[in-house]
């Protein structure tokens, strides 16, 4: 259960947004803006001559970083789901942005001809950046649990239990990985 006192928004006494998910979100968004921002620059760093004779410098740089950003984060979402439902979303996001791509540099009068190609190119490399980094941040929390699972099959194992000298090795070899768990003494109030 959320602890009331934990929001960092409300609105008539309503509890909007905990404070551990806004500063989780807040940090996510974060993160993927930086890899975002490098893409975008080391992308422009190679169309920056055709930028400065269009006198698009700021328009560019801010294409690559929109492209970038969205692109980091659709990944990191993606890597960060365990639904299998994300892994279609990304399918279609890439074919979306394809479409409008193609459109743009089909229509318009103007070819931007070398700017498609570092504009997809910060896309597709922070999307997989965000993928990863995401995947990375999922299998955080599945580590947790399966240490969790097992220091609660030490602590129920009945030949441990009975032991002083199997206790002593189980948090010998679990160390600080269940260090919460040996502090307890079967009081519920603790």
Not at 54 to 81: P, Q
Not at 142 to 155: I, T
Request: aromatic residues 12%.
């Amino acid at each position: 259960m959320e602890d009331p006192t934990n929001a960092c928004f409300r609105f008539f006494g309503v509890d909007f947004l905990p404070c551990d998910h806004f500063q989780w979100a807040l940090t996510s968004f974060l993160s993927v803006a930086l890899v975002g921002a490098v893409v975008a620059l080391i992308a422009f760093l190679s169309i920056i001559s055709t930028a400065y004779q269009r006198r698009e410098i700021v328009s560019v740089l801010g294409a690559l970083f929109v492209m970038a950003l969205f692109g980091g984060l659709v990944g990191f979402h993606g890597g960060n789901s365990r639904v299998g439902v994300v892994g279609d979303v990304i399918p279609a996001v890439v074919t979306l942005v394809a479409g409008v791509a193609a459109y743009l540099f089909g229509v318009s009068e103007r070819k931007p001809g070398p700017l498609m190609f570092p504009l997809l190119g910060a896309f597709v490399a922070t999307l997989f950046m965000g993928y990863s980094m995401g995947s990375a941040n999922r299998n955080g929390e599945q580590r947790a649990a399966l240490a969790d699972e097992q220091c609660f099959k030490a602590l129920t194992n009945v030949d441990i239990l009975k032991s002083e000298a199997a206790f002593a090795r189980a948090q010998q070899i679990f160390g600080t990985t269940c260090e919460v768990w040996w502090e307890l003494d079967g009081d519920p109030d603790t």
